[in-house]
């Protein structure tokens, strides 16, 4: 069965831009959560989406939003980039918010200049 | 709140050796616990998880791990280190079936295997 795909997998936009990221899950799996990975903060969950409602939110700023569609396949989006926002950005996902058994996509390369 | 601290940012074991992973937690409800691994460029695969069932947890690859309450601790072990296994782990905490897909990941290991 297919994994989590993301796309694209590589990114390069400028500074003020904005940019959406698509994560479609594993068929059947209803929940999709987002990392940004970056080597000086490590990972850093960013939002969690089940049923096309954000269950819970990290400690990012506004710029940074995301929704989730009536398929499960979920986008998210940063408004305004700033360099500080070049970074691995991951989705999971899993079957529900209590299944403990998170996939993750191989992520999108994201470079702001 | 909940935290995850891996003891060593980069760990180099000889191969056949055995592998050592250290990770502690902080977590103000019972937790559920977590070993990644990712290779370069890839996403994270789940290596094993904890979820209040048995403390010692077996995971792919030969690795396995012991759930350690009255030391916070989750260590990862292998008993002979392989070249594959050259890869970042890292350790992950949540709060259980309640508190959602919201993972609170370690800072990360790097391990390097040499012939």
């Known amino acids: 069965k297919a994994g989590v795909t993301q796309t694209p997998r590589y990114l390069i936009k400028t500074r003020g831009q904005q940019v959406t990221l698509s994560c479609s899950p594993i068929?059947?799996?209803?929940?999709v959560s987002w990392y940004q990975q970056t080597p000086g903060q490590g990972l850093q969950f960013l939002f969690e989406?089940?049923?096309?409602?954000?269950?819970n939110k990290g400690n990012f700023p506004g710029r940074f939003s995301g929704r989730q569609f009536s398929n499960s396949r979920s986008e998210m989006n940063v408004s305004t980039l700033e360099l500080g926002d070049s970074a691995l950005y991951l989705c999971?996902?899993?079957?529900?918010?209590?299944?403990?058994?998170?996939?993750f996509g191989q992520g999108t390369r994201l470079t702001v200049v | 709140a909940q935290s995850v601290t891996q003891l060593g940012s980069h760990v180099s074991v000889s191969e056949g050796a055995l592998v050592l992973l250290r990770c502690n937690y902080s977590s103000s409800v019972p937790p559920y616990l977590f070993w990644y691994v990712q290779y370069p460029n890839q996403g994270l695969q789940l290596l094993l998880k904890y979820t209040s069932a048995a403390t010692l947890v077996k995971g792919i690859n030969g690795f396995e791990a012991e759930f350690k309450k009255s030391e916070t601790s989750f260590h990862l072990t292998k008993p002979s280190a392989h070249m594959s296994d050259a890869a970042e782990y890292f350790c992950a905490v949540t709060g259980g079936d309640n508190y959602g897909q919201n993972f609170v990941f370690g800072p990360g290991t790097r391990l390097s295997v040499l012939p």
């Open positions: 999971a996902s899993s079957i529900n918010r209590q299944n403990t058994e998170a996939f």
């Open positions: 068929s059947g799996h209803r929940s």
């Open positions: 989406y089940f049923s096309e409602t954000q269950r």
